[in-house]
């Protein structure tokens, strides 16, 4: 059951969306469910790629804000105790059910699968509102070629773009460590700013009105480019308020 604080934060989500969903409409790329959820029907469908330690943390703030996830594994059995934990609005499926559920889909998984990824599920992901992109590609974890050729690209934000051809793609919780997600999400006092990094704004108001309900400060820093500084190890790695982040982006340019 929905409290009255999920429901005036979807109400707020929903009026801040607006202008780009009927724009959306207009142009004839949205899914009716969500033309539905313009006006004030059922809550947003949203799908994870990647169900692991980040995955699976901010698809569970996403279900206790209220909106139905599917968390998706290459062997969602997997997952069954994580959807079992999180109750009916978490579901377990494969990444193909993941790609068809989702209205807005995260993609969290290690970056060398972003290429194979985008070759499966690149056209239906372009038809999107919303993919927002987790991923970083980490040395020791992923090796040091992968990370070189991200950087000949211009960085994690231009290579996801490259990857994931026409997809309304938003950086965003690149930085921020799974550990830490549920204890900052509605954190007293200051809330935790997410920078966020994208071209589409449609997309980016998405972004910033989910980020929102769940408890934290979105801020937008720049265009797909500005991603490359959305990974761990920069200035903008790890918990920082919305101010202290418009602060370091201004030493950015
Ligand atoms: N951990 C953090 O605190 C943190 C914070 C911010 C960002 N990130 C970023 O988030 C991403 C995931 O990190 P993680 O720590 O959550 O990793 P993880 O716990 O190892 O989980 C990785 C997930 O990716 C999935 N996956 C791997 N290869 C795949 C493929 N080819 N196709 C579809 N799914 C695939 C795995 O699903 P299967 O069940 O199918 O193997 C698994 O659910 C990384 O890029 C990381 O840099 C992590």
Redesign the pocket.
Known sequence: MMNHRVENSRRNFLLTTARGIAGLAAAGTLPARVLAQSAGGPALSIST????????ALGALFVKAGHRVMF????PD?LKGLVDELGPFARAGT?AEAVEFGDVVMV????P?ME??GKDYGNALAKKVLVID???P?ER?DGAQIVKWVDEQGGAGLTTAKLLPGAHIVRA???????KLSADAHRQGELVGVPIAGDDPHALNIASSLIREIGFDPVIIGGSAMGKYLV?GTPLGGELTAAEIRQIVTNLH
């Open positions: 790629i990647g169900a692991g330690r980040e995955g699976g998706s594994s290459r062997h997997t990444v969290v998984v290690p970056y699968a194979q990824i987790v991923s970083n980490i974890r919780f690149n930085a921020i460590n799974y550990a761990p």
